[in-house]
């Protein structure tokens, strides 16, 4: 019999912490004041984006937008087509996603963006970053660092636009 136990790793003011600290690590590598691109992967990824994009924008001379990049349907096609002839050669872009694994679905989500807009340049950012990865991709700016075990799950709740906690689900055998 599996039985789970779940763990808060971090309510909203902790999320909003490594969230803040995240947007002074972006500000600080962007020593250029370039205009700042956030696409957010799929939900949660945009939750965090749109977040990101909210404490990036007073720091900025220059616009700091974000993007909902949708990967399992045809929807990503569209707001990368949107962004057709902007010159994102001089933007910080900056892929986000809300947990990263194996790191599969940033590399998907790389790929297609590189494909789609050819930036000279792009950065990831994460709120959990739990290691193990199976594709050669990192993340650049995280909110918090957490090697997790095979039977262990990591999930963070979005409400609307709002990332209310994130929880570490361990599934035990009994």
Same mark, same amino acid.
């Given at each position: 019999?599996?039985?789970?136990?779940?763990?808060?790793?971090?309510?909203?003011?902790?999320?909003?912490?490594?969230?803040?600290?995240?947007?002074?690590?972006?500000?600080?590598?962007?020593?250029?004041?370039?205009?700042?691109?956030?696409?957010?992967? +799929?939900?949660?990824?945009?939750?965090?984006?749109?977040?990101?994009?909210?404490?990036?924008?007073?720091?900025?001379?220059?616009?700091? +937008?974000?993007?909902?990049?949708?990967?399992?349907?045809?929807?990503?096609?569209?707001?990368? +087509?949107?962004?057709?002839?902007?010159?994102?050669?001089?933007?910080?872009?900056?892929?986000?996603?809300?947990?990263?694994?194996?790191?599969?679905?940033?590399?998907?989500?790389?790929?297609?963006?590189?494909?789609?807009?050819?930036?000279?340049?792009?950065?990831?950012?994460?709120?959990?970053?739990?290691?193990?990865?199976?594709?050669?991709?990192?993340?650049?700016?995280?909110?918090? +660092?957490?090697?997790?075990?095979?039977? *262990?799950?990591?999930?963070?709740?979005?409400?609307?636009?709002?990332?209310? *906690?994130?929880?570490?689900?361990?599934?035990?055998?009994?």
């Amino acid at each position: 019999m599996d039985e789970s136990v779940n763990i808060v790793l971090m309510d909203n003011e902790r999320i909003q912490r490594s969230l803040d600290r995240m947007a002074h690590e972006i500000a600080e590598k962007n020593i250029d004041d370039r205009p700042v691109l956030l696409f957010g992967i +799929e939900k949660r990824g945009f939750a965090i984006a749109n977040a990101l994009a909210k404490l990036l924008a007073p720091i900025f001379k220059e616009e700091v +937008e974000s993007v909902q990049l949708w990967l399992k349907s045809g929807n990503s096609q569209e707001s990368l +087509e949107q962004l057709q002839g902007r010159d994102v050669q001089n933007c910080f872009l900056i892929v986000v996603d809300d947990v990263i694994f194996s790191g599969q679905t940033m590399f998907t989500a790389l790929k297609k963006v590189s494909d789609a807009l050819e930036p000279s340049q792009m950065h990831t950012a994460v709120l959990i970053d739990r290691g193990h990865r199976k594709f050669p991709v990192q993340a650049e700016f995280r909110g918090m +660092e957490l090697p997790t075990k095979a039977n *262990e799950h990591v999930s963070v709740q979005v409400e609307g636009k709002d990332i209310e *906690e994130v929880t570490l689900i361990s599934k035990e055998r009994k």
